[in-house]
């Protein structure tokens, strides 16, 4: 039976690169972002506190920004009923900024909402975002009012915690720092949904990675649809107006 994963996010951004520490400049070729103008010099390249390294291709920006690794959230508190998981998730690097202010602490809400549908949701710490009123868009009854905590204090979080319900066809696998997290098919431990280390969440802006197994074959992402296969590396960004757009475009 098909397994419907449903999450709300602002943006998904979807990368493959990963640096080994903040604003290195050990960047993919695919993955660099261009800095500056054509003809830039090196030494303009770097007063602009960007990467200069230049490739046999001209395919790939030579002065690019530098990738600025958030290092992702870790959990420090646990709570779990018979329906549902509530986490705290802290910023791990809270002084890093992308392209906004960091948002320090945020609430992961699990619930196992049918035996073959589950609902991740990662908001604010404090609530206080927009969401579609359910006038507008109904959704199913949420399994987290009045349920039974118990809590759990970081030194007795498991770095990987397996959670299942015996009626559910699905389990939820969480590491714990850094944070993320992955979905389960139980009949044939099928990977549904695995995100990676790279999650930031920012004001105005959140990016959240994750792993499409190999040999398939995407034409589109969220509302945007393609007449081409959409390439490795490409990045695609998401807004939340939901209106209908041109083809290629969101």
């Not at 800095?35 to 960007?50: F, M, Q, R, T, W």
């Not at 046999?56 to 709570?79: A, I, Q």
Request: with cysteine; glycine share 4%; proline share 4%.
């Amino acid at each position: 039976m098909q397994l419907t994963l449903l999450a709300v996010i602002i943006q998904f951004l979807i990368c493959v690169s990963k640096a080994n520490s903040l604003n290195s400049c050990n960047v993919h070729p695919h993955s660099r972002h261009d800095c500056g103008y054509v003809g830039i010099s090196p030494d303009e390249c770097e007063a602009l506190n960007c990467c200069w390294a230049p490739l046999l291709t001209t395919n790939h920006p030579w002065c690019f920004h530098r990738n600025k690794n958030c290092d992702g959230y870790r959990v420090s508190k646990l709570w779990e009923s018979k329906h549902s998981i509530e986490a705290k998730l802290v910023a791990i690097n809270p002084d890093c900024l992308k392209f906004g202010k960091i948002v320090k602490k945020l609430k992961l809400l699990v619930d196992f909402e049918d035996k073959d549908r589950i609902h991740v949701k990662i908001g604010d710490w404090k609530g206080e975002r927009y969401q579609v009123p359910e006038s507008v868009f109904p959704r199913p009854k949420s399994q987290t009012i009045d349920f039974l905590r118990f809590s759990k204090d970081n030194s007795k979080i498991n770095s990987k915690m397996v959670i299942f319900k015996e009626n559910k066809e699905y389990r939820i696998e969480i590491l714990t720092d850094p944070f993320r997290f992955k979905i389960i098919r139980k009949a044939t431990m099928e990977t549904i949904f695995e995100s990676k280390e790279e999650f930031i969440f920012e004001e105005t802006y959140i990016e959240m990675s994750t792993k499409i197994r190999a040999g398939s074959h995407l034409y589109g992402l969220g509302e945007i649809a393609r007449n081409f296969i959409v390439k490795d590396n490409s990045i695609s960004t998401l807004f939340t107006r939901d209106a209908a757009t041109p083809e290629n475009e969101n």
